[in-house]
C-alpha cells in the first residue's frame, strides 16, 4: 500500500510541476510564434472556491498526473516511458476537456473547432504529458 501513494505522490507532483512549467511554457511559445493571447499564470479566482485559475489548473494537472502514473506503467513496450506519458496527456486528457469539461462550463465541444486551438492545444498538452514524464521520473529516484 505504501507504494502505492508513492506512486499516486510523485504522479501529482509531476502533473502538478508540469503544469506550472511545460504546459504555461508551451502557451507562452505558442502566443511568441502568433497563436493567441494565453493569460499565463492566470490569478483570476475560479469557482467555486476563488482559488487563482493557475493553482486550480495544476491541483488538476496534479490529479491527472497521479492517474497517469498507474495508467502509463501499465502500457506495454515503449508506451510505457515518455511516449506513453505524451499519449496519455495529448489524448485521453485533451478528450475529457474537450467532450466533458468544456461543455460542463457551458464552452462548445473541442472549443468550437477552432484554428489554431484544434492544432496548438494537443501540442500544448503533449509538451505538458512530457514534462510529467520528465518529473515523474525525478521525483520516484527522490523518494526512494
Request: charged share 5%; glycine share 14%.
Amino acid at each position: 500500500m505504501a507504494n502505492f501513494w508513492r506512486i499516486a505522490f510523485a504522479g501529482f507532483v509531476a502533473g502538478a510541476l508540469s503544469v506550472l512549467v511545460f504546459h504555461q511554457w508551451g502557451f507562452y511559445l505558442a502566443a511568441e510564434l502568433g497563436f493567441g493571447q494565453p493569460n499565463l499564470y492566470n490569478m483570476r479566482p475560479v469557482p467555486p472556491w476563488g482559488v487563482p485559475a493557475i493553482v486550480s489548473l495544476a491541483f488538476w494537472g496534479g490529479l491527472w498526473g497521479a492517474l497517469g502514473a498507474f495508467v502509463v506503467a501499465r502500457l506495454p513496450g515503449m508506451l510505457n516511458g515518455a511516449l506513453g506519458w505524451i499519449l496519455f496527456a495529448s489524448t485521453l486528457v485533451l478528450a475529457v476537456s474537450w467532450f466533458v469539461v468544456l461543455p460542463m462550463k457551458g464552452a462548445p465541444i473541442g472549443g468550437g473547432w477552432r484554428l489554431p486551438g484544434v492544432i496548438v492545444v494537443p501540442i500544448v498538452y503533449a509538451l505538458w504529458g512530457f514534462g510529467m514524464w520528465l518529473f515523474y521520473g525525478l521525483v520516484r529516484r527522490l523518494l526512494k
